[in-house]
């Protein structure tokens, strides 16, 4: 019905798995990715630049007429997603959202965990979301050292063992018996949180749910394309070489020649 | 004799180590600051927009009217240093030229070992230097995790000593008796690096090189204040209340109300 692409955008790489599930689910929608990899990592700064960020990646996805935007960030998502709502007139979906409802669906003794980047944790933005939902029982941490153990690519030895002992302490033994990882980098340290929770904690990956949740809103709204196959487009804001390299892990499929570089200084508007 | 200051630049809070041994050394002399904390970091960037971004941090400094620029950052010392010094017709002096001159004149077996983050080895300036002086056994390697270890406060515990003897493994056993330190977060992990080394490699911290460097070169051109107590002031480009908490532990001293936020939106030019 309407051809006109979904724009997802991420603070770099790490929204490429987001694409990689909303392409297995959606296969004809068309999809524009906007990877902010010059200005990577948003997890440690302030919410009013995370804020002015977002603006400037959602205009820049405005000017290729999206029909839809799906913040991947889940720092963005928790620092902007309010403000995105109200500023642009098409429908924006966050991952936190939903991350939120798969784990409140999924928890049965209605203790759940959260895991993300400090900016993710300082913004109460999941705690809020939770609260909402009727759970009372919530722990939340911060993980500064995964999203770098994820990048250089330690994802499974003793340091990486270690670390997440430390920052996942507060969640064992009964504390909670679901854990909402909360940044698009997470899941590739899935097997080690995984090992170290136990098997009676449950990890949520919100790459799945946000999918599930865009679908429902095309077809809700009349917005979803029904035929042909969907292209994507890939823009990213630092060196393409290097995103075409590394995402293409994330991504699970090669990018190649549908790799651009975007030029954001036109959309810093103040 | 010239009472315009000297401007100070880092891609963060670490070069506030900079600032603080040029204080020390040169105490008359007037001091701007600009720590990029929006963009931070830049060690895993591309040169080009390393490059950008310095060009732009450069330009803001000369418009406070500096006499001098000190690249406080070894990243972007390593890939805009050149592209700086044919742009701005001040003296632009990087602290990467003077930890190289320092190792030089500290190592006895002529073997040296440099660490710094992916961006500053992929680089090759510090090989570049070295084998310019002379220097024709050199072992280098990028030490990703080192910033954030620094900045979690995890400095002296099991995690950053796994760490530290994974990436410091090439540099042991006489391979190297001179380690140079090239990154302005490094000298916080000092201890358990020195640990990991042993008593028989000098580390090189080169905070206290570049500021005899700089004293140095403005004695040489005349450019130096005699009179006076230096003033200092801060600019950040992100948060100042964040910038403002954790900066004044990397100064050793309070920055209270002369941290401002820096707008580099003007300065971006194409």
Known sequence: MDKRP???????IGGLTVLHEIGLLLPRENLVYLGDTARVPYGTKSTDTIIRYSVENTRFLMSKDVKAVVVACNTASAAAGDVLRKSFDVP????????VEEAVGRSKSGKIGVI??????????????????????????????????????????KVAEEVAKIYLEPFLNGA????????????????IIGKV??????????????????????????????????????????????????????????????????????????
């Open 92 to 99: 924006i979906l966050g991952v936190i959202e939903a991350g």
């Open 116 to 157: 993300g980047t400090a900016g993710t944790i300082q913004s109460g933005k999941y705690e809020a979301l939770l609260r909402g939902s009727g759970v009372t029982k919530i722990i939340s941490a911060p993980c500064p050292l995964f999203v770098p153990l994820a990048e250089e690519g330690w994802t499974d030895n």
């Open 6 to 12: 979904v724009g997802i955008f991420d603070s770099g």
């Open 197 to 270: 929770c136990g098997g009676g904690v449950a990890l949520i990956n919100s790459a799945n749910a946000i999918a599930r949740k865009l679908s429902d809103r095309l077809s809700a709204s009349a917005l979803q394309n029904d035929s042909g196959a969907g292209e994507r487009k890939f823009y990213f804001t630092d060196s393409i070489e290097r995103a075409r390299a590394v995402g293409s892990r994330f991504l699970g499929e090669n990018m190649d020649s549908r790799v651009q570089l975007a030029d954001l200084s036109e959309f810093s508007r103040h």
């Open 176 to 191: 909670v018996d679901t854990l909402i990882l909360g940044c698009t980098h997470y899941p590739l340290l899935e097997k």
